[in-house]
């Protein structure tokens, strides 16, 4: 059974060959109309569950999309919707789910929903996104970064913010694809210690940075995320916002980058927070290629779970 959990918990070389089959299937689609099936239809007779408890436009178009591109068929389900939402197990739900689908995806809160979702069901498992990791992310992330600037090994990737679910898969990924990490961040906002301390163990120690511009002036891409993740709460709003306003990506900080740094944000992006329009939408972003990305890398990981 192969799961797709995290990026630590899966193999190196597997990651690896996930990367370059989503940028051959891209390359393959090329002009092509959104609703062109593949060439291939590695999916045809199935069915794929795509179950979320938190909200989402990219993770839900995008897995859908991909499904259908090659050959199956999706049903999104909302938590709440199910009797999950309403005290039937995970466990329960997972051996159900499993006798009428060939695969899951799932968005939740804990990790643990996902790994008992996984333990239980006998079809694959795709993380979605929870509190503390968003592996399909940083797959579509280091896909953009090598189409842009070819291999990832021993580029230096700079993270300003909040020490997220984001910024952990970007840990996790760092010692199977060989990058050097920098956090830029107040204190109270640092990444789990037990993250940091499992990096160093890598031997692919996270380098803390207090000062946002030392933070990025040898950076190949700087990367941000929202101030407040789904997860948080918005009482402690304006406490963060003033904690990380120095942390902004604007203008001023991409120009003590070098020149060829590229931008990236998972969005949604709160526009005039972590980073301006003008970074946004200037000649460094690569946002929406990281968005269109998350398709083809999620196809990528579908038929590596499917053996497809
Ligand atoms: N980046 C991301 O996961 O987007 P959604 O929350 O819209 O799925």
């Known amino acids: 059974m192969r799961h797709f959990l995290d990026i630590h918990t899966t193999d190196a070389a597997d990651l690896r060959h996930m990367i370059d089959h989503a940028r051959t299937m891209k390359d393959a689609r090329k002009g092509q109309l959104k ?180 933070s990025v002036d040898d950076a190949d891409l700087v990367v941000t995320d929202t101030w407040i993740s789904m997860h948080d709460s918005q009482t402690a709003r304006e406490r963060r916002h003033n904690q990380l306003r120095p942390y902004q990506v604007n203008k001023a900080l991409m120009e003590k980058a070098d020149e060829k740094s590229l931008f990236m944000h998972c969005l949604p992006a709160h526009r005039g927070e972590e980073a301006t329009s003008e970074v946004m939408d200037g000649p460094n972003s690569v946002v929406f290629d990281e968005a269109e990305n998350r398709l083809h890398a999620q196809k990528a990981i579908m038929r590596w779970c499917l053996e497809v």
């Open 35 to 214: 609703g062109t099936p593949d060439a291939e239809q590695p999916l045809a007779n199935h069915i794929v569950a795509l179950i979320f408890e938190k909200p989402s436009t990219r993770t839900r178009v995008s897995f859908d999309v991909g499904v259908r591109q090659m050959g199956g068929q999706t049903m999104v389900l909302s938590g709440a919707d199910m009797q999950l939402g309403h005290g039937e197990t995970i466990a329960d739900t997972a051996r159900v789910l499993s006798r009428y689908v060939d695969l899951i995806m799932i968005r939740t809160f804990e990790p643990a929903t996902l790994e008992e979702m996984a333990e239980y069901a006998t079809v694959p498992v795709i993380n979605g996104l929870t509190n503390k990791s968003h592996p399909c992310q940083i797959m579509a992330d280091i896909m953009t970064f090598e189409e842009h600037r070819g291999p990832i090994k021993d580029a230096k990737i700079t993270w300003l913010g909040d020490g997220n679910n984001v910024f952990a898969s970007f840990v996790h990924a760092a010692p199977a694809f060989g990058f050097d990490l920098t956090f830029a961040g107040p204190e109270t906002l640092d990444p789990d210690p037990k993250l940091m301390a499992w990096a160093e163990a890598q031997g692919r120690p996270v380098r803390i940075e207090r000062d946002a511009e030392a």
